[in-house]
């Protein structure tokens, strides 16, 4: 039997979705070698299968990539690490919410969203006295009774919706400028958290068991 040496660098995704229980390593990782045709037999490597008793979500160790590649093609192979030590595969199941459902939700948030941005400002102006303000200065600038404070509050209205857009990037289906806007960066914050969560959750629980198998 011919045996293969040869170097392997992957890149370890830190968290992907998947639509099939069975899981390859192309799945999850970017692969590299300069063997082409070792190249696809890594990325077809099957790392973890999904059972009907298991979960929608599965922490995957690199260790446990490094086991299974060695073990569907040898150990003389140079493995070499370069993205995340854990991996946290979701199966997306089949079956999708309606379409009406969707929409419903969509409605429903917006609502609440307007209303409750809405409210926020009507309590901040109120609460500075936002309406005085401008009549004070537009008397002060006017030298007596004007109507200049009207102006004021048409600017001040558009400059608010206006600068809502700026800094949110995002109008309708398009953005602004390419950078991320602020949703995203808080929403990529969120999943980084959740994610971090999930694993230390799994470290936790395997804890007990690698106890057991080291005083085994």
Same mark, same amino acid.
């Given at each position: 039997?011919?045996?293969?040496?040869?170097?392997?660098?992957?890149k370890?995704?830190?968290?992907?979705?998947?639509?099939q229980?069975?899981?390859?390593?192309?799945?999850m990782?970017?692969?590299?070698?300069?063997?082409?045709?070792?190249?696809?037999?890594?990325?077809?490597?099957?790392?973890?299968?999904?059972?009907?008793?298991d979960? #929608?979500? #599965?922490?995957?160790?690199?260790?446990?990539?490094?086991?299974?590649?060695?073990?569907?093609?040898?150990?003389?192979?140079?493995?070499?690490?370069?993205?995340?030590?854990?991996?946290?595969?979701?199966?997306?199941?089949?079956?999708?919410?309606s379409?009406?459902?969707?929409?419903?939700?969509?409605?429903l948030?917006?609502?609440?969203?307007?209303?409750?941005?809405?409210?926020?400002?009507?309590?901040?102006n109120?609460d500075?006295?936002?309406?005085?303000?401008f009549?004070?200065?537009?008397?002060?600038?006017?030298?007596?009774?004007?109507?200049?404070?009207?102006?004021?509050?048409?600017?001040?209205?558009?400059?608010?919706?206006?600068?809502?857009?700026?800094?949110?990037?995002?109008?309708?289906?398009?953005?602004?400028?390419?950078?991320?806007?602020?949703?995203?960066?808080?929403?990529?914050?969120?999943? #980084?958290?959740?994610?971090?969560?999930?694993?230390? #959750?799994?470290?936790?629980?395997?804890?007990?068991?690698?106890?057991?198998?080291?005083?085994?």
């Open positions: 039997m011919e045996h293969i040496k040869s170097d392997i660098y992957i370890l995704d830190a968290h992907v979705r998947v639509d229980r069975q899981v390859r390593l192309k799945d990782a970017s692969i590299y070698c300069s063997d082409e045709e070792l190249t696809q037999r890594v990325k077809n490597v099957t790392v973890f299968s999904f059972q009907e008793t979960g #929608e979500k #599965e922490v995957i160790s690199i260790l446990y990539v490094y086991e299974a590649i060695y073990r569907s093609l040898g150990s003389d192979l140079q493995i070499h690490s370069t993205g995340s030590s854990d991996c946290l595969v979701d199966l997306i199941s089949g079956k999708r919410p379409g009406l459902w969707s929409h419903i939700q969509v409605v948030v917006s609502l609440v969203t307007f209303f409750g941005a809405a409210f926020s400002i009507m309590t901040f109120t500075v006295d936002t309406a005085g303000l009549d004070q200065i537009s008397r002060q600038l006017a030298g007596g009774a004007s109507q200049g404070g009207q102006v004021l509050k048409f600017f001040y209205s558009l400059g608010i919706g206006v600068g809502v857009i700026f800094f949110f990037n995002h109008f309708g289906h398009g953005k602004i400028t390419q950078d991320p806007t602020p949703i995203e960066v808080q929403m990529r914050t969120y999943e #980084e958290d959740v994610d971090k969560a999930l694993i230390a #959750e799994h470290d936790r629980q395997e804890s007990p068991e690698k106890k057991e198998g080291a005083k085994s």
